[in-house]
């Protein structure tokens, strides 16, 4: 998702954040894509549309994860 320059809290952009994870997942060349999404901040509707909405339960672990600590941390080791 690109929410660069939506809110300050993300000061990076795509770009950016894409190369990160490509230098993080260099092992994993050739077996991801990254790809731009627009920015989701609800989802609305009316009535019946046929779509189903459901929470996928996820270790703690991975809840516990926050991209706002992580921009923190980007942003103080960034050289």
């Known amino acids: 998702m690109d929410s660069y320059n939506v809110n300050k809290k993300n000061p990076f952009k795509f770009s950016y954040v894409k190369s990160v994870i490509d230098k993080s997942l260099i ?37 516990n994860i926050s991209a706002t600590k992580i921009r923190r941390f980007l942003l103080k080791n960034e050289k």
Do not use: D, H, L, T
Not at 52 to 57: P, T
């Open 27 to 63: 092992s994993f060349k050739g077996k991801y894509i990254v790809i731009k999404i627009p920015v989701v901040s609800e989802v609305i509707y009316g009535r019946n549309v046929g779509y189903k909405f459901r929470k996928v339960k996820v270790p703690k672990n991975i809840e």
